[in-house]
């Protein structure tokens, strides 16, 4: 149908411009003015008549001009839609961080999350602040939802975070509710563990968990995750508990450094106590 359609359109002017040198020459042979007058009229509505016949006969080119206008019509549209919709949730994101950044005492560097890596099976990120903005080696890391992990290397300009996510990290975390303390281990999948809980100890699923005063690398009070699953395991005198991270590590973008590094001597007394220990076990 379309091959025909381009058919008719293609040649169309000149199966009229045939038509129209017959009618002439036989005008020319007859030689009559008065019937002239006559045909004149006939050839004038016969011409008419078919042009309002293939009025509707539509002129590919034209079709594929206008098709690709409204092509790019569209994209245009779908490109300053996803634009609106990404610069909306951008703002609610600086307004959540701007609101919790208020409420916060410890004096925090904001920062964007530009890279992701993995070294030695353990999980990264990079920031996009250093040492020019008075970063350093040992200042958590966090979002407005809640601790993420530790500066590890630190640069002029940029930073490598550990976060959570690593079997190697063991967090003094407690929780809120009753003020119990344990260990936060990750658990290699979606969820932490929280260690060290005797069972005869209170925790419930919904409860939330924040990093302890007994914590040597993290402030106090930041929060973490929450207990989403308790089993009490007969053979073990502990609980089993899930514990679900506030922080998702697969979609960070923008993070909060905590300018704040655990008291030194305090540190190097811990050392030398984890260093006797070892050198005891063997």
Not at 117 to 135: A, F, M, V
Request: net charge positive.
């Amino acid at each position: 149908m379309l091959q025909l359609l381009n058919l008719i359109v293609k040649f169309k002017d000149y199966a009229a411009l045939t038509l129209l040198c017959i009618i002439s020459l036989a005008l020319i042979s007859i030689g009559d003015v008065s019937k002239i007058g006559g045909y004149r009229a006939f050839v004038v509505g016969t011409i008419g008549w078919l042009e309002e016949a293939f009025a509707w006969v539509p002129n590919p080119d034209a079709l594929k001009t206008e098709n690709r206008a409204v092509r790019e019509l569209n994209l245009y549209l779908s490109s300053e839609l996803m634009k609106s919709r990404q610069a909306l949730t951008e703002n609610k994101k600086l307004r959540e961080m701007l609101d919790f950044k208020q409420g916060i005492d410890y004096n925090l560097v904001s920062a964007e999350v530009i890279g992701k890596s993995t070294i030695e099976l353990r999980e990264y990120i990079t920031i996009n602040k250093g040492k020019k903005d008075r970063i350093a080696r040992g200042m958590s890391v966090r979002t407005d939802a809640g601790l993420t992990g530790i500066v590890v290397v630190v640069e002029d300009n940029y930073s490598l975070v550990e976060t959570l996510n690593n079997r190697q990290v063991k967090i003094s975390a407690k929780v809120d509710r009753t003020g119990i303390d344990g260990i936060l281990v990750w658990g290699g999948s979606t969820y932490f563990n929280m260690m060290n809980i005797p069972r005869s100890f209170d925790v419930k699923v919904g409860d939330e968990l924040m990093t302890s005063n007994y914590s040597r690398k993290y402030p106090p009070g930041i929060p973490i995750g929450k207990v989403v699953n308790v089993e009490e395991d007969k053979s073990s005198l502990f609980h089993k508990i899930s514990v679900e991270p506030f922080v998702s590590f697969n979609t960070l973008e923008q993070v909060f450094i905590i300018q704040y590094i655990s008291d030194p001597e305090r540190l190097k007394l811990i050392q030398r106590m984890e260093e006797r220990l070892r050198l005891l076990k063997k």
